[in-house]
């Protein structure tokens, strides 16, 4: 049990809630935004005692009423309770398996829109051709360039725009995963983005939890022009890679696009 995350993700939850959030009185002399630990207790029907134990790291292992009577006093998404449960009865990460046969197949088949597998800690570790044609070549790139997470906090500049937006999407999803720490790939990529990357350490701070479940990536391409795809992605049953499909709405320029790319 991670119990200094634990307290860490149940202080971050309650910060962000206002009294009115969750029908109570904001009352006098409210010096700090977020709701009070007593509140909080209340809410969810323990000790405030209890509550105070778990929110420093010092709590006993929570019962499933526990978390999920805190999940409904924090208002946490399914996506939050999930994580929480997740410290509080952490699982071994599986270990390390090559990509299935049945997705390389998948992968394969799919011939007019770029795909690729991603593993736990972002690294692509397969791609079709489509997914050449729009984006180069991985093969041809340093393991680090490979890595999805590595590029996007590469830069050394200030995130700003759709960038910033997409990098808290893949780090709240990172930190959902539930891999951290004990999937040592995972906890080495995020020692390394904490070392190398201000941004990455605020973004990892704020202890946003959602898995990523599409998104849109715009981009120019020399060949096909300017591009606005969805990109799906899709978790592997009992596994730990995911498949990402970028496709673009029929009878959009940006389907005309990935057009001239199959040619």
């Not at 778990?54 to 946490?76: C, T």
């Not at 999937?183 to 990523?212: C, H, T």
């Amino acid at each position: 049990m991670d119990r200094v995350e634990l307290g860490g993700f149940l202080r971050s939850r309650r910060d962000r809630l206002r009294p009115a959030d969750v029908g109570l009185e904001p009352g006098p002399r409210r010096q700090a935004p977020g709701l009070r630990r007593t509140e909080v207790a209340l809410l969810a029907g323990i000790s405030v005692d209890y509550y105070v134990r778990l929110e420093q790291g010092r709590g006993p292992q929570p019962s499933d009423q526990v978390l999920a009577a805190l999940g409904r006093a924090l208002r946490l998404t399914g996506d939050e309770h999930g994580y929480l449960r997740q410290l509080a009865r952490p699982a071994p990460p599986p270990a390390p398996r090559p990509v299935p046969g049945n997705v390389l197949r998948l992968l394969d088949r799919l011939g007019d829109v770029p795909a690729m597998v991603i593993d736990a800690a972002y690294d692509m570790v397969a791609w079709n051709r489509m997914l050449v044609a729009l984006m180069g070549d991985p093969a041809a790139w340093s393991l680090r360039r490979r890595n999805r997470l590595r590029r996007l906090f590469d830069t050394g500049d200030t995130i700003t725009g759709n960038r910033l937006d997409l990098a808290r999407l893949c780090v709240a999803d990172l930190r959902a995963s539930g891999r951290y720490p004990a999937d040592p790939a995972v906890r080495s990529l995020i020692d390394n983005l904490l070392e190398e990357s201000p941004e990455f350490g605020r973004l990892w701070a704020e202890r946003e939890v959602a898995v990523q479940r599409t998104l849109t990536k715009r981009t120019v391409h020399p060949i096909a022009g300017p591009l606005e795809l969805d990109c799906e992605i899709l978790a592997v049953p009992g596994d730990e890679h995911r498949l990402l499909v970028y496709t673009a709405a029929p009878g959009t320029p940006s389907a005309e696009g990935l057009k001239r790319l199959i040619a």
